[in-house]
């Protein structure tokens, strides 16, 4: 960045530019739940449980960064920014009972709640990585910048809460007072928590006046880490009921289903149309000469002749569109959708495109471009945002059952390939039209595969016909030109991506309605509890908008950001098998795998989150993931590896690989001399085991009340700050080395 101006405020600048991310927290699960007032209670009183964690690390920071700042005035605007949230934490108990929900019981946090809370406190602390602070923080200008950034990580949180909340607001009826989240949804939507979120941006704002363009990039990267960790936090929320997002979630492998994905290219995927890219490609490439003087075999028009015709072909196509276009929508408006009748006003554009195409090549415009000038462009073409990060992501998945498909009407399939294959895992298949070459120099032909709407419509078929007809399949079409109409509306799923005007009033001619795909989510997910299922139905005469491939990415695939569980328990972990063991110690630990009450165990999540794991690499430890219908935690067995007796340890050793010491040997490393961390929540200890070269991550969990070690098996409520606890709930070990 270089040194971001200041000027108008760093923290509205850094919203702007990262506000982009919150469609990854706006299209998770829990909050599409909370916009159609069905999320189980359970799920949201884990969150409100989660969110406790969170208020008490927030007001160890502002602690944190009181204690830095410089100034009196200062001091005192993050004192009172502090007590907001411990008045908040004061009260949070009439909150929950105001929004009428029973106080949630006290969970631990999440490995994603500690990850968050490690950050904020790491930050306050003058903790950052690439960033250079004293041990002590010993002149006013270190302090001061410290309080920047801990500020810097605070902004977002709250600025992210407001605008999600306003978002949804904006879909809910005012009058009506049976949403179930209504008040929780008002609550952050209040002038009240506006004020807040405002104060602390303006603080931030001014904290950072006197700072270097290098620690206000600091403050971007603090900024831009904390809202990655919001994602993270809300996408790993738990849910235990059927959702319409992920998409890709809701197709079952079992049974062979797959996701087909096809998009247009120009002004789809491209920034800009593919014929201007062709017509600059061979204006600006010169004819070479031969070593004796004389021209290259296909000779072509001067720069200067080649400029004029091309403006001449860009003219008379849009006047010609727009006369075409004149003469479909002057017809009279259909009162409800009508797919022939766009089809026969579609059938005018044959005529049309195949007309201009003709000219093109008549004109000599493409004729003599090297094929390798071609691929190059490609690769240096400007994408929409979001789209070859998006594909990238389809393409390597090899554990994702999804094809995709471009369809354009753009002269050249080379262009397309090179602008979005990267040596993936899967093929991307293009049907395009193609250019002509002789000895990888353009003849100036056209071969001619696609040229009208209807062309398009019949390769879409055909590519639908040839799939297994046996098996579950769902079908996406993203676009954006009148061209993609047809396609879009024969789709499972038909995506328009921007705001193009004609396609927009097209449509509408013939009955077709344009929803804001968010909200269009939204009403899928109440009828999966009101009607007990959601189907997408081809032809319903729907079409869903969108403004960015972020909010196609977050629909289809889900969170941008890989959750790394072991982050918070060892970073040096070189191996899947670490990975494996985290992710199993969370399914056992926290309610992701399954939820128990006094009625027995509820269903393992119908969102997929289970079906990443590959149950071969379980094979070599058996008992790891323990099978929910042997071990409730309503049972004494299952009980008796999560509580410890008076006459046990309270320790509980998980072998996920075959180790040689015992738990025995633990307690005695959990010394002050071997801490390699600690966090909000968790001490980890680097513990020496009596087995030669054989190192372990001792991770130690905090409760705020009785120990453990004593057999007392009292109430865990948390209530207290992170700073005041006391006893180990329970511990975990993990080999390392």
Same mark, same amino acid.
């Given at each position: 960045?270089?040194?971001?101006?200041?000027?108008?405020?760093?923290?509205?600048?850094?919203?702007?530019?990262?506000?982009?991310?919150?469609?990854?927290?706006?299209?998770?699960?829990?909050?599409?739940?909370?916009?159609?007032?069905?999320?189980?209670?359970?799920?949201?009183?884990?969150?409100?449980?989660?969110?406790?964690?969170?208020?008490?690390?927030?007001?160890?920071?502002?602690?944190?960064?009181?204690?830095?700042?410089?100034?009196?005035?200062?001091?005192?605007?993050?004192?009172?920014?502090?007590?907001?949230?411990?008045?908040?934490?004061?009260?949070?108990?009439?909150?929950?009972?105001?929004?009428?929900?029973?106080?949630?019981?006290?969970?631990?946090?999440?490995?994603?709640?500690?990850?968050?809370?490690?950050?904020?406190?790491?930050?306050?602390?003058?903790?950052?990585?690439?960033?250079?602070?004293?041990?002590?923080?010993?002149?006013?200008?270190?302090?001061?910048?410290?309080?920047?950034?801990?500020?810097?990580?605070?902004?977002?949180?709250?600025?992210?809460?407001?605008?999600?909340?306003?978002?949804?607001?904006?879909?809910?009826?005012?009058?009506?007072?049976?949403?179930?989240?209504?008040?929780?949804? +008002?609550?952050?939507? #209040? /002038?009240?928590? *506006?004020?807040?979120?405002?104060? %602390? @941006?303006?603080?931030?704002? $001014?904290?950072? !006046?006197?700072?270097?363009?290098?620690?206000?990039?600091?403050?971007?990267?603090?900024?831009?880490?904390?809202?990655?960790?919001?994602?993270?936090?809300?996408?790993?929320?738990?849910?235990?009921?059927?959702?319409?997002?992920?998409?890709?979630?809701?197709?079952?492998?079992?049974?062979?289903?797959?996701?087909?994905?096809?998009?247009?290219?120009?002004?789809?995927?491209?920034?800009?149309?593919?014929?201007?890219?062709?017509?600059?490609?061979?204006?600006?490439?010169?004819?070479?000469?031969?070593?004796?003087?004389?021209?290259?075999?296909?000779?072509?028009?001067?720069?200067?002749?080649?400029?004029?015709?091309? +403006?001449?072909?860009? #003219? /008379?196509?849009? *006047?010609?569109?727009?006369?075409? %276009? @004149?003469?479909?929508?002057? $017809?009279?408006? !259909?009162?409800?959708?009508?797919?022939?009748?766009?089809?026969?006003?579609?059938?005018?554009?044959?005529?049309?495109?195949?007309?201009?195409?003709?000219?093109?090549?008549?004109?000599?415009?493409?004729?003599?471009?090297?094929?390798?000038?071609?691929?190059?462009?490609?690769?240096?073409?400007?994408?929409?945002?979001?789209?070859?990060?998006?594909?990238?992501?389809?393409?390597?998945?090899?554990?994702?059952?999804?094809?995709?498909?471009?369809?354009?009407?753009?002269?050249?399939?080379?262009?397309?390939?090179?602008?979005?294959?990267?040596?993936?895992?899967?093929?991307?298949?293009?049907?395009?039209?193609?250019?002509?070459?002789?000895? #990888?120099?353009?003849?100036?032909?056209?071969?001619?595969?696609? @040229?009208?709407?209807?062309?398009?419509?019949?390769?879409?078929?055909?590519?639908?016909?040839?799939?297994?007809?046996?098996?579950?399949?769902?079908?996406?079409?993203?676009?954006?030109?009148?061209?993609?109409?047809?396609?879009?509306?024969?789709?499972?799923?038909?995506?328009?991506?921007?705001?193009?005007?004609?396609?927009?009033?097209?449509?509408?001619?013939?009955?077709?309605?344009?929803?804001?795909?968010?909200?269009?989510?939204?009403?899928?997910?109440?009828?999966?509890?009101?009607?007990?299922?959601?189907?997408?139905?081809?032809?319903?005469?729907?079409?869903?908008?969108?403004?960015?491939?972020?909010?196609?990415?977050?629909?289809?695939?889900?969170?941008?950001?890989?959750?790394?569980?072991?982050?918070?328990?060892?970073?040096?972990?070189?191996?899947?098998?670490?990975?494996?063991?985290?992710?199993?110690?969370?399914?056992?630990?926290?309610?992701?795998?399954?939820?128990?009450?006094?009625?027995?165990?509820?269903?393992?999540?119908?969102?997929?989150?289970?079906?990443?794991?590959?149950?071969?690499?379980?094979?070599?430890?058996?008992?790891?993931?323990?099978?929910?219908?042997?071990?409730?935690?309503?049972?004494?067995?299952?009980?008796?590896?999560?509580?410890?007796?008076?006459?046990?340890?309270?320790?509980?050793?998980?072998?996920?690989?075959?180790?040689?010491?015992?738990?025995?040997?633990?307690?005695?490393?959990?010394?002050?001399?071997?801490?390699?961390?600690?966090?909000?929540?968790?001490?980890?200890?680097?513990?020496?085991?009596?087995?030669?070269?054989?190192?372990?991550?001792?991770?130690?969990?905090?409760?705020?009340?009785?120990?453990?070690?004593?057999?007392?098996?009292?109430?865990?409520?948390?209530?207290?700050?992170?700073?005041?606890?006391?006893?180990?709930?329970?511990?975990?070990?993990?080999?390392?080395?």
């Amino acid at each position: 960045m270089g040194g971001m101006d200041v000027e108008g405020g760093i923290a509205r600048k850094l919203w702007n530019k990262f506000r982009s991310e919150s469609v990854f927290v706006n299209y998770t699960p829990f909050f599409v739940c909370v916009a159609a007032g069905n999320l189980s209670t359970d799920s949201f009183l884990h969150y409100v449980s989660q969110h406790v964690h969170l208020l008490n690390a927030f007001v160890h920071a502002y602690e944190l960064a009181e204690e830095c700042a410089d100034d009196d005035e200062d001091k005192q605007a993050i004192r009172k920014l502090r007590k907001h949230v411990q008045g908040k934490l004061n009260s949070n108990d009439s909150l929950v009972l105001e929004w009428g929900f029973e106080l949630p019981e006290e969970r631990m946090p999440t490995n994603t709640t500690v990850k968050y809370a490690d950050f904020l406190l790491a930050t306050a602390s003058g903790r950052i990585e690439g960033e250079r602070v004293p041990g002590k923080l010993a002149t006013p200008f270190e302090k001061t910048k410290v309080a920047a950034y801990t500020l810097g990580a605070i902004a977002p949180c709250m600025r992210l809460f407001a605008f999600i909340n306003k978002e949804i607001q904006a879909l809910l009826d005012p009058n009506d007072s049976s949403h179930t989240y209504k008040k929780w949804i +008002d609550y952050y939507c #209040s /002038q009240d928590f *506006e004020a807040y979120a405002f104060r %602390i @941006e303006e603080l931030l704002d $001014t904290l950072s !006046v006197t700072l270097t363009g290098e620690e206000l990039d600091v403050i971007e990267k603090v900024y831009h880490q904390s809202m990655r960790l919001e994602v993270e936090f809300f996408s790993s929320q738990p849910i235990i009921q059927e959702t319409v997002v992920p998409l890709s979630r809701t197709l079952d492998p079992a049974v062979g289903g797959e996701l087909s994905i096809f998009c247009d290219f120009d002004l789809t995927c491209a920034a800009f149309d593919s014929s201007a890219i062709l017509a600059e490609i061979a204006i600006i490439t010169r004819p070479k000469a031969d070593s004796d003087g004389s021209e290259t075999q296909l000779a072509r028009l001067s720069s200067a002749d080649l400029r004029s015709t091309w +403006d001449a072909l860009s #003219s /008379q196509y849009t *006047e010609e569109f727009e006369q075409c %276009i @004149e003469s479909i929508t002057t $017809t009279e408006t !259909v009162t409800s959708f009508s797919y022939e009748g766009l089809c026969e006003a579609l059938e005018q554009f044959a005529h049309f495109e195949k007309a201009a195409n003709s000219r093109v090549v008549q004109s000599g415009v493409l004729k003599g471009l090297n094929q390798e000038d071609i691929k190059r462009a490609g690769q240096g073409l400007i994408l929409q945002d979001g789209c070859k990060g998006f594909i990238r992501k389809i393409m390597k998945n090899e554990n994702l059952s999804a094809s995709l498909h471009v369809l354009s009407y753009c002269w050249c399939g080379d262009l397309i390939r090179s602008a979005l294959s990267s040596g993936d895992v899967k093929a991307l298949n293009v049907y395009s039209n193609e250019l002509a070459y002789e000895e #990888s120099i353009t003849t100036g032909e056209i071969i001619k595969k696609l @040229e009208s709407p209807m062309e398009k419509l019949q390769a879409f078929n055909n590519i639908l016909n040839n799939r297994d007809q046996d098996s579950q399949h769902l079908t996406v079409y993203i676009g954006g030109s009148v061209g993609d109409l047809l396609c879009m509306l024969k789709a499972d799923i038909g995506i328009v991506m921007g705001s193009n005007p004609t396609l927009r009033q097209l449509g509408e001619q013939f009955g077709v309605s344009f929803v804001p795909l968010f909200s269009g989510l939204v009403v899928k997910q109440r009828e999966v509890v009101e009607v007990g299922s959601s189907t997408w139905k081809k032809l319903s005469g729907t079409l869903y908008t969108v403004s960015s491939w972020d909010e196609i990415h977050a629909f289809i695939l889900g969170t941008a950001i890989q959750i790394q569980y072991t982050d918070c328990v060892v970073t040096e972990a070189s191996s899947w098998s670490d990975v494996l063991a985290q992710l199993s110690f969370e399914l056992l630990h926290f309610p992701i795998c399954y939820n128990v009450d006094t009625q027995g165990i509820r269903p393992v999540p119908a969102n997929g989150v289970l079906r990443t794991i590959n149950p071969d690499d379980l094979a070599s430890n058996p008992g790891v993931l323990l099978p929910c219908n042997q071990y409730s935690p309503t049972s004494s067995k299952h009980r008796s590896l999560f509580e410890a007796s008076k006459r046990e340890w309270p320790w509980r050793l998980m072998a996920f690989q075959r180790l040689g010491f015992s738990a025995a040997d633990i307690p005695y490393c959990t010394k002050e001399t071997n801490v390699v961390r600690i966090g909000a929540t968790v001490v980890v200890y680097k513990a020496e085991t009596s087995e030669p070269k054989t190192v372990v991550a001792v991770k130690k969990l905090w409760r705020s009340r009785t120990d453990l070690k004593t057999g007392s098996s009292g109430d865990c409520r948390r209530r207290d700050s992170f700073r005041e606890a006391k006893a180990s709930k329970y511990s975990s070990v993990i080999r390392i080395s």
